[in-house]
């Protein structure tokens, strides 16, 4: 089944040190996004990739950072420089970066960070 | 994108109807209308969109009024598998520019 791979599922890191977390996708979609959700608060973008060696800031990019070397993967490592990293990660990847209202969004099963 | 409203939670009993309201009142005329849904510690499912027709598919119904103004997803026969937060985002074309709030909690009763 085509879908998308979220790795690991759960992840604890000790504060100072860096961690990537996996995404990958079977669905050839050209698109790909970075999400991060926190209680009481909508999902919020962190970066976004509409085609391969290319990837864009969204509006909480500070302290991550991204990679786009293939159409199928899309990993987020998350720096010391992040002053808050604990949080649900979110990956999803759609068939075109814009252009339809009717693009729909297909999203991994989350990865859980908790810094300690 | 415009900015939607929804009711924080609801309730439903099994087996029976649940409408779920979504407010978009400066919804521009070609933003879609999607409606996600959450299962706890899971990514968001795509459950439905539609632009001015009502739409059906197997998980559920979307009613738009006439104005646009508002929508409100239907589930016909609620499940204990239908537990989740409901999100109601409006689309313009440019998946890096939606806005997603707290969605609305539906809790099933059996």
């Known amino acids: 089944d085509g879908g998308i791979t979220q790795s690991p599922k759960y992840l604890f890191r000790k504060e100072g040190q860096n961690v990537t977390l996996s995404c990958e996708q079977n669905?050839?979609?050209?698109?790909m996004y970075w999400y991060r959700q926190d209680p009481g608060q909508g999902l919020r973008l962190i970066y976004y990739s509409q085609i391969v060696n290319d990837f864009q800031k969204g509006d909480i990019a500070e302290g991550y950072s991204v990679s786009r070397e293939k159409k199928e993967s899309f990993p987020l490592t998350v720096t010391s420089a992040q002053k808050n990293p604990t949080a649900f990660y979110l990956c999803a990847s759609s068939i075109r970066g814009s252009s339809s209202g009717a693009n729909v969004l297909t999203f991994g099963a989350g990865s859980r960070l908790t810094v300690l | 994108d415009a900015k939607t409203t929804q009711p924080n939670s609801m309730e439903s009993n099994e087996e029976e109807p649940v409408h779920l309201p979504c407010n978009h009142s400066?919804?521009?005329?070609?933003?879609?209308i999607h409606w996600y849904r959450q299962l706890p510690s899971q990514g968001p499912e795509y459950v439905i969109h539609g632009l001015t027709s009502n739409v059906n598919n197997r998980m559920a119904s979307l009613a738009i009024a006439e104005d646009r103004k508002s929508s409100t997803l239907i589930l016909h026969r609620a499940t204990l598998r239908d537990a989740a937060v409901y999100y109601c985002?409006?689309?313009?074309?440019?998946?890096?520019?939606?806005?997603w709030g707290l969605g609305t909690s539906l809790a099933v009763n059996p």
């Open positions: 669905l050839n979609h050209d698109a």
């Open positions: 400066t919804i521009s005329g070609t933003d879609y």
């Open positions: 985002i409006t689309h313009a074309g440019n998946n890096r520019k939606l806005i």
